[in-house]
């Protein structure tokens, strides 16, 4: 019965937050998600105007309740600056997927080149047998791009994780 | 550059910034990595350094000295098998939020990470059970880190805090300027400004809510049913004085936590006692009838709350606590207040808006008071009841008592009337079985003018009886009640409720002779059959305090001696299974 409820009110969460720059905190902060049963969907960290100051932004699933717990949690280990959740709606989400696919022949090369520029992506690589393209976007543009490339024969594909930031005040 | 600055080593320096927080009292044991440390503490003779038998044992006793002083306690271990020994005793201090700077010692520089002799990442493994865990490989950051520790350490909601230090960095020279933890504090290039500047929840708190502390106020005002819950927090933030004005002002029954125990009057007529599990049935039965409970500095653990989705049902939840992370974390609350029990509770009281009475309530809840539900058995074989009884009536009202882990340890938050905050130290959260003794010995050490009693089963005392040879070593008088049915009684009484009399493993008929044990180790022991030879005993342990060495005292008892009341795990906390 708990799991179910659990289950239905479940959903992707942004959580924003700022540590010191130094050996440690990425397995700190690692720790905590795990020890209190929580999987990182996704990571991404790097330091901000500040160079002492690292910034990650990590994304998870959960309820309500159970997030506002994890973030009074995180306020408390004492490298943070400052957690936030983010509103998916006033902010903006991306990543860099980096895909290599299988390209054997003129056809195939400029097919994927054609989505690509659909994309907005580009060809950062090239061979006689693949083409490696870099597409930004949120996980929903980087995730369609992939599927669409799965038909050539991906070979190698890397995402970094999402990254978000605020907008600004209108 | 100042003129107090002077070139010094690590481990000078190290013990430069423990003299700077008034450290006068180090519990620990030497190993190969922490020699330079204890060299530099060879010239320091007003540093009392206390060698246990064991890290554990040293890791409990700085942690009853940090309970029962209010003072921050210092433990020392080196690298390896030191640290990890370590690691029980930090994680018993971190969840019963007791202040503790733990120090060890790792391989030097250049041998770190590669598996070398004696090296474990101790900063790593007591990452889930510090408040921080500090690693230190150069020399010149080792003062601030000790500094910045403390505040930490003794902060915000309290806690250990372990610093890790490379033998190079003990050994490396650098400028040491002596700082006072003021100097520290107020220093705004450290760290620390910018976590008391933002309120960092380890080592501060937001203002608090006025609006909140009014309408709590107001909710104390419209209640009819009142109840008070006494945690641990009463007794880290030294509110008791608050908190016994709060309930006499509004006449509100008050149920204590094992954590809360001596934080509000034994003898108090407004006392319904411990709360939970092995709880009253005042305490229980108030707590699902009440209209309004205000538990302050608790943290509503299942031992206190047994099914959460029942507890107070009936009852709007008000919670005083000064760590933000446990608001509405076990028990939905309707009304929070982040703070300090003292401050905040100081608020509350200028906000009440009259003081009143709540007779036909407080009937209602103390009906359900039993002063004693133990019949003495008719064979004259000796109960914990009495005992228990004959301990309080022979000792000083005022001895300290230490406990470890089972059915002593209720029987004796049950029984004992504590009277003042830090009379008792005992493994609330983490229930660890063979605390008692270590801890007895930090006691002993913080509050030597006073008697210290150790109570104990006789599984606990196994585990780490070793620091015998400490308590004798030291000539502490401290007395151990043994309470020895031999059998792991907690779980025996589990087995018998709920696993069908399978009793796996539980029973203990075997040595040592715990009389000859005591005698092994140069202190006194009697074993004891009635209750006659049992105040003999006491009478003559209490007399012959001065002789500097300690007592144990082996009492036995029925294997099926049972902790009443008792409420199943998850259950209902009216639903008694034992009355």
């Given at each position: 019965?708990?799991?179910?409820?659990?289950?239905?009110?479940?959903?992707?969460?942004?959580?924003?937050?700022?540590?010191?720059?130094?050996?440690?905190?990425?397995?700190?902060?690692?720790?905590?998600?795990?020890?209190?049963?929580?999987?990182?969907?996704?990571?991404?960290?790097?330091?901000?105007?500040?160079?002492?100051?690292?910034?990650?932004?990590?994304?998870?699933?959960?309820?309500?309740?159970?997030?506002?717990?994890?973030?009074?949690?995180?306020?408390?280990?004492?490298?943070?600056?400052?957690?936030?959740?983010?509103?998916?709606?006033?902010?903006?989400?991306?990543?860099?997927?980096?895909?290599?696919?299988?390209?054997?022949?003129?056809?195939?090369?400029?097919?994927?080149?054609?989505?690509?520029?659909?994309?907005?992506?580009?060809?950062?690589?090239?061979?006689?047998?693949?083409?490696?393209?870099?597409?930004?976007?949120?996980?929903?543009?980087?995730?369609?791009?992939?599927?669409?490339?799965?038909?050539?024969?991906?070979?190698?594909?890397?995402?970094?994780?999402?990254?978000?930031?605020?907008?600004?005040?209108? | 550059?100042?003129?107090?600055?002077?070139?010094?080593?690590?481990?000078?320096?190290?013990?430069?910034?423990?003299?700077?927080?008034?450290?006068?009292?180090?519990?620990?044991?030497?190993?190969?990595?922490?020699?330079?440390?204890?060299?530099?503490?060879?010239?320091?003779?007003?540093?009392?350094?206390?060698?246990?038998?064991?890290?554990?044992?040293?890791?409990?006793?700085?942690?009853?000295?940090?309970?029962?002083?209010?003072?921050?306690?210092?433990?020392?271990?080196?690298?390896?098998?030191?640290?990890?020994?370590?690691?029980?005793?930090?994680?018993?201090?971190?969840?019963?939020?007791?202040?503790?700077?733990?120090?060890?010692?790792?391989?030097?520089?250049?041998?770190?990470?590669?598996?070398?002799?004696?090296?474990?990442?101790?900063?790593?493994?007591?990452?889930?059970?510090?408040?921080?865990?500090?690693?230190?490989?150069?020399?010149?950051?080792?003062?601030?880190?000790?500094?910045?520790?403390?505040?930490?350490?003794?902060?915000?909601?309290?806690?250990?805090?372990?610093?890790?230090?490379?033998?190079?960095?003990?050994?490396?020279?650098?400028?040491?300027?002596?700082?006072?933890?003021?100097?520290?504090?107020?220093?705004?290039?450290?760290?620390?400004a910018r976590l008391k500047a933002t309120h960092h929840p380890s080592v501060s708190y937001p203002d608090i809510n006025i609006h909140a502390v009014e309408e709590l106020a107001d909710m104390l005002d419209k209640a009819e049913k009142p109840l008070l819950i006494c945690g641990g927090g009463v007794v880290r933030s030294e509110a008791s004085e608050e908190f016994r004005e709060l309930a006499h002002r509004l006449d509100?029954?008050?149920?204590?936590?094992?954590?809360?125990?001596?934080?509000?009057?034994?003898?108090?007529?407004?006392?319904?006692?411990?709360?939970?599990?092995?709880?009253?049935?005042?305490?229980?039965?108030?707590?699902?009838?009440?209209?309004?409970?205000?538990?302050?500095?608790?943290?509503?653990?299942?031992?206190?709350?047994?099914?959460?989705?029942?507890?107070?049902?009936?009852?709007?939840?008000?919670?005083?606590?000064?760590?933000?992370?446990?608001?509405?974390?076990?028990?939905?609350?309707?009304?929070?207040?982040?703070?300090?029990?003292?401050?905040?509770?100081?608020?509350?009281?200028?906000?009440?808006?009259?003081?009143?009475?709540?007779?036909?309530?407080?009937?209602?809840?103390?009906?359900?008071?039993?002063?004693?539900?133990?019949?003495?058995?008719?064979?004259?074989?000796?109960?914990?009841?009495?005992?228990?009884?004959?301990?309080?009536?022979?000792?000083?009202?005022?001895?300290?008592?230490?406990?470890?882990?089972?059915?002593?340890?209720?029987?004796?938050?049950?029984?004992?009337?504590?009277?003042?905050?830090?009379?008792?130290?005992?493994?609330?959260?983490?229930?660890?079985?063979?605390f008692g003794l270590g801890a007895a010995i930090g006691v002993q050490a913080g509050n030597p003018e006073k008697t210290v009693l150790h109570v104990t089963g006789d599984g606990s005392f196994r585990m780490n009886c070793n620091e015998l040879a400490t308590e004798a070593y030291y000539k502490m008088p401290i007395i151990t009640l043994l309470f020895n049915n031999s059998t792991l009684g907690m779980v025996r009484q589990?087995?018998?409720?709920?696993?069908?009399?399978?009793?796996?493993?539980?029973?203990?008929?075997?040595?040592?002779?715990?009389?000859?044990?005591?005698?092994?180790?140069?202190?006194?022991?009697?074993?004891?059959?009635?209750?006659?030879?049992?105040?003999?005993?006491?009478?003559?342990?209490?007399?012959?305090?001065?002789?500097?060495?300690?007592?144990?005292?082996?009492?036995?008892?029925?294997?099926?001696?049972?902790?009443?009341?008792?409420?199943?795990?998850?259950?209902?906390?009216?639903?008694?299974?034992?009355?």
């Open positions: 019965m708990q799991a179910k409820e659990d289950s239905q009110n479940m959903k992707r969460y942004t959580i924003i937050t700022a540590m010191d720059n130094e050996a440690g905190v990425l397995s700190q902060l690692a720790h905590l998600f795990s020890r209190k049963g929580y999987n990182i969907e996704t990571i991404a960290a790097g330091w901000t105007v500040d160079q002492n100051v690292t910034r990650f932004t990590i994304e998870i699933y959960s309820d309500e309740a159970r997030v506002q717990l994890l973030c009074s949690q995180l306020r408390k280990l004492v490298p943070i600056h400052y957690v936030e959740i983010l509103d998916t709606s006033k902010s903006i989400r991306r990543e860099l997927m980096l895909v290599r696919v299988k390209a054997e022949d003129r056809a195939a090369r400029n097919e994927i080149i054609q989505i690509g520029n659909i994309f907005r992506g580009s060809v950062v690589d090239i061979t006689p047998d693949s083409i490696t393209l870099s597409v930004t976007g949120d996980d929903q543009k980087t995730g369609a791009f992939e599927e669409l490339m799965k038909d050539f024969g991906i070979l190698d594909l890397a995402r970094t994780g999402i990254v978000a930031i605020e907008r600004g005040e209108m | 550059m100042n003129s107090n600055t002077r070139k010094l080593n690590g481990s000078e320096i190290l013990i430069q910034c423990l003299l700077e927080q008034g450290v006068d009292t180090i519990f620990g044991y030497p190993g190969g990595a922490i020699l330079n440390v204890y060299d530099a503490l060879y010239a320091h003779p007003e540093i009392r350094h206390i060698l246990t038998s064991h890290e554990q044992g040293a890791s409990h006793a700085a942690d009853g000295y940090a309970r029962s002083t209010g003072k921050v306690g210092v433990c020392f271990a080196t690298s390896g098998p030191g640290a990890t020994n370590l690691t029980t005793g930090i994680a018993t201090a971190y969840m019963d939020s007791s202040p503790v700077v733990f120090i060890t010692c790792n391989v030097n520089n250049d041998l770190i990470g590669r598996d070398s002799f004696q090296e474990v990442d101790i900063a790593g493994v007591s990452l889930p059970v510090t408040k921080c865990s500090y690693i230190v490989s150069d020399v010149t950051k080792l003062a601030d880190t000790v500094r910045e520790a403390f505040v930490i350490a003794r902060s915000g909601r309290p806690g250990p805090v372990l610093i890790d230090i490379q033998k190079n960095a003990t050994a490396g020279e650098c400028d040491y300027t002596p700082m006072t933890p003021e100097e520290f504090e107020a220093h705004p290039d450290r760290r620390i509100i029954p008050v149920a204590i936590t094992v954590m809360g125990g001596g934080a509000f009057g034994g003898y108090d007529d407004l006392k319904t006692g411990m709360i939970g599990m092995h709880g009253s049935q005042a305490s229980n039965m108030a707590c699902d009838a009440c209209d309004l409970l205000l538990a302050v500095g608790c943290r509503f653990s299942d031992r206190v709350t047994l099914n959460p989705a029942g507890f107070a049902k009936n009852a709007k939840i008000a919670h005083i606590d000064i760590d933000p992370s446990e608001i509405d974390k076990n028990v939905k609350t309707d009304l929070h207040i982040i703070g300090d029990a003292k401050a905040v509770l100081k608020l509350l009281l200028g906000k009440l808006k009259r003081d009143r009475h709540n007779d036909e309530w407080k009937k209602y809840v103390f009906s359900f008071k039993r002063e004693t539900e133990y019949d003495d058995p008719e064979d004259g074989t000796l109960t914990p009841m009495q005992i228990l009884s004959a301990a309080a009536e022979i000792l000083p009202q005022d001895t300290m008592v230490t406990t470890d882990v089972g059915q002593h340890q209720m029987w004796a938050i049950q029984h004992f009337r504590f009277d003042y905050p830090r009379q008792l130290t005992t493994s609330g959260g983490f229930g660890t079985m063979g589990w087995q018998h409720l709920i696993y069908h009399e399978h009793y796996s493993q539980t029973t203990l008929d075997r040595g040592p002779d715990f009389v000859k044990l005591a005698e092994a180790y140069g202190i006194h022991g009697r074993c004891v059959k009635d209750e006659a030879t049992l105040r003999q005993t006491l009478t003559e342990a209490v007399n012959s305090r001065f002789d500097g060495r300690g007592w144990v005292i082996d009492c036995r008892i029925d294997i099926d001696e049972m902790v009443r009341p008792m409420v199943g795990g998850n259950s209902f906390i009216t639903n008694f299974m034992l009355y």
